[in-house]
């Protein structure tokens, strides 16, 4: 099966713009999904599909895709955004049907 | 209000079995393919398996497969993981996630995990 590759470590300053990567062959065929996790609680969902957002998540939150590259951007980073953050698709390129999870990505605002 | 309630965790000997619950409420339950992921101490999310709306499509991990078996009953709203010939390394929290539909991949409601401690 493929890999999903983040970055294990982003940092933005209070009320800028980042961006967090994931990488693999999988995203070529399927849309990235996102969730973001707080210390000792469960994931939350934050973009699925082509980029759309649950109820209640703030539109700062953005998804986009590139080849094999997905991107979460949060424009103007909220002290409440620190969290670790993960990307997953499906992955048909072994024998079976797969789900993939990145290694995640810790985001710490300044 | 959806709702996921897990249960069935514990400490558990190497070789032995264990089977997780997952009782859900607040939506057409048999609408939907359910799944489990699964978070070691201090590590990231892992996709352990997934099932369709009237089982007819399963899925599990490398890691897992042979080992585990998923399963419902959309009579009763459960999901299941029957865990058999654990390993240490299958010591996480194990979470149950709705599917925004089929997907297999867009989990919109999670439960607030089991945990699962293989140790002799």
């Known amino acids: ?110 | 209000e959806v709702q996921l309630v897990e249960s069935g965790g514990g400490l558990v000997q190497p070789g032995r079995s264990l089977r997780l619950s997952c009782a859900a409420s607040g939506f057409t339950f048999d609408d939907y393919a359910m799944n489990w992921v699964r978070q070691a101490p201090g590590k990231g999310l892992e996709w352990v398996s997934s099932i369709s709306w009237n089982s007819g499509n399963i899925g599990y991990a490398d890691s897992v497969r042979g080992r585990f078996t998923i399963s419902r009953d959309n009579t009763k709203n459960s999901l299941y993981l029957q865990m058999n010939s654990l390993r240490a390394d299958d010591t996480a929290l194990y979470y149950c996630a709705k599917d925004t539909g089929s997907t297999w991949s867009e989990f919109d409601y999670w439960g607030q995990g089991s945990l699962v401690t293989v140790s002799s």
């Open chain 1, 1 to 110: 099966s493929s890999e999903l590759t983040q970055d294990p470590a982003v940092s933005v300053a209070l009320g800028q713009t980042v961006r967090i990567t994931c990488q693999g062959d999988s995203l070529r065929s399927y849309y990235a999904t996102w969730y973001q996790q707080k210390p000792g609680q469960a994931p939350v969902l934050v973009i699925y599909g082509k980029n759309n957002r649950p109820s209640g998540i703030p539109d700062r939150f953005s998804g986009s895709s590139s080849g094999n590259t997905a991107s979460l951007t949060i424009t103007g980073a909220q002290a409440e955004d620190e969290a670790d953050y993960y990307c997953n698709s499906r992955d048909s390129s072994g024998k079976h049907l797969n789900v993939v999870f990145g290694g995640g990505t810790k985001l710490t605002v300044l």
